[in-house]
């Protein structure tokens, strides 16, 4: 079963993209800042990571940039969700070695069809 981790500060939408996924057969893993992430990925090793950008404690642009950089995690790919659509911020995560961005708000729908894209789905 293809695991992926959630990573966000926001209960809610933590709780939607979790039950999004999970109604779709994903087997969801979940984190509620950047170094909770970095932990549960290091032991879970999961499939993709969904990873909020503005979160308190680590932020998702650096929680990317130790991932990748860690030999234990750089392989799994990081993709961000985020409010920010400029183009400069996207830049930004995509630099810091996230696969690609998801824009808030989304869809359920569009979350599930944009993630098995994600894994080659």
Do not use: W
């Amino acid at each position: 079963m293809t695991r992926i981790l959630a990573v966000d500060d926001e209960p809610h939408i933590l709780r939607l993209v979790s039950f999004s996924l999970s109604a779709r057969g994903f087997e969801m893993l979940e984190a509620s800042d950047g170094l909770a992430a970095i932990e549960v990925a290091e032991r879970e090793q999961p499939d993709l990571i969904l990873l909020d950008v503005m979160m308190p404690v680590l932020d998702g642009y650096e929680t990317c940039r130790r991932l990748k950089a860690n030999a234990e995690t750089a392989h799994i790919p990081v993709v961000m969700l985020s409010a920010k659509s400029q183009k400069a911020e996207q830049a930004v995560g995509l630099e810091a070695g996230a696969l690609d961005y998801i824009c808030k708000p989304f869809t359920p729908k569009d979350l599930v069809e944009q993630v098995r894209g994600f894994l080659g789905e």
